[in-house]
């Protein structure tokens, strides 16, 4: 099967917006998610960007795009404990990804995944071989982490180099590798991908355990079409 394309669309004041920190609103989500569908894609990766900056949130907007949307949905928006899991949870999405500083509680975490099962992927930002955890002065070691949440039961990971992140310098396929070669669970690529050789490297993963792409600037900046992306992540399989 071929590594499933997640295009990302940002969230901010109900309007799409360019990452965190971005001001400018460029239009409407769900027309967004819809242009999306219309290109051929089955996932979209929508990221409540004032959630996750702890500006307030756009779950009232999100609930009616996943509504009307005939699309599967994986949604981050600063998921780290109780009352944000069951505000992103309720707008219906397919999937909640938790936050990276949502491991500050790997006891909580352990809990979401053990509770919500396959609805739930935990967000791990790598510099590495350790993990980066937003309100923390230390990171934690990677693979005794990934070990600890396999047992606890987490159901997929959603993995960034966050040192590519942004970046034209390609996915780390070394670090996917490794991480695949530690957990049976499957993985979700993010960050690095800036042209359709970087997809084809991940579609070549997808024997690993890669079985996901998320991709944001270089779809919006017209580095390829999703068309081209799809046939990328499907010519090795």
């Not at 460029?26 to 004032?50: M, N, Q, T």
């Not at 995944?113 to 992927?121: E, I, K, L, N, W």
């Not at 992140?165 to 780390?172: I, K, L, Q």
């Not at 490794?178 to 579609?203: F, H, M, N, W, Y």
């Amino acid at each position: 099967m071929a590594v499933t394309l997640l295009p990302t669309i940002d969230v901010a004041g109900g309007r799409v917006v360019r990452g965190h920190g971005a001001t400018a609103a460029s239009g409407d989500p769900l027309e967004a998610a819809f242009g999306w569908k219309r290109d051929g894609v089955a996932w979209v990766h929508l990221v409540d960007v004032d959630a996750a900056d702890g500006r307030g949130a756009n779950t009232d907007l999100i609930a009616r795009a996943v509504q009307r949307l005939d699309l599967a949905v994986a949604l981050s928006a600063g998921v780290a404990d109780d009352e944000s899991l069951r505000r992103a949870l309720s707008t219906g999405a397919a999937r909640v990804n938790l936050s990276p500083a949502a491991l500050a509680d790997l006891d909580w975490c352990g809990y979401a995944c053990a509770t919500y099962g396959d609805r739930v992927a935990v967000g791990l930002d790598v510099r590495g071989h350790t993990l980066a955890v937003p309100g923390r002065r230390s990171t934690g070691d990677l693979f005794a982490i990934l070990d600890r949440l396999d047992r606890a039961g987490c159901a997929r990971y959603v993995v960034d180099d966050v040192l590519r992140d942004g970046t034209p310098t390609g996915p780390n396929v070394t670090l996917l590798l490794e991480v695949c070669g530690r957990t049976s669970r499957p993985v979700v690529a993010c960050g690095g991908v800036s042209k359709l050789d970087d997809l084809r490297q991940l579609a070549a993963l997808g024997p690993a355990g890669v079985e996901g792409v998320i991709v944001d600037d270089a779809l919006r900046d017209g580095a390829f079409t999703v068309a081209e992306a799809l046939a990328a992540l499907s010519e090795i399989q």
